[in-house]
């Protein structure tokens, strides 16, 4: 995966997950959001741990 597309990831995570919270929608497309901003996010998330891990163990 290419950087851009992962950070892209976590932005529309963080998105689905900040409009989950604030609008005033039904219950299931709440939810909805909230399960799409969690897959995202900790995707995201894990995909950049391991690419940092590997460009500091690739240093060090």
Known sequence: MKM???ISMLV???IALVLSITLPV???IQWILLIIAVLL???SA???MVIGVKRTRGTA
Do not use: A, E, Q, R
Request: aromatic fraction near 0%; charged fraction near 5%.
């Open 12 to 14: 529309i995570g963080s």
């Open 41 to 43: 996010n900790v995707t």
């Open 46 to 48: 894990v995909t950049l």
């Open 26 to 28: 039904p219950k299931t």
């Open 4 to 6: 851009p597309m992962i």
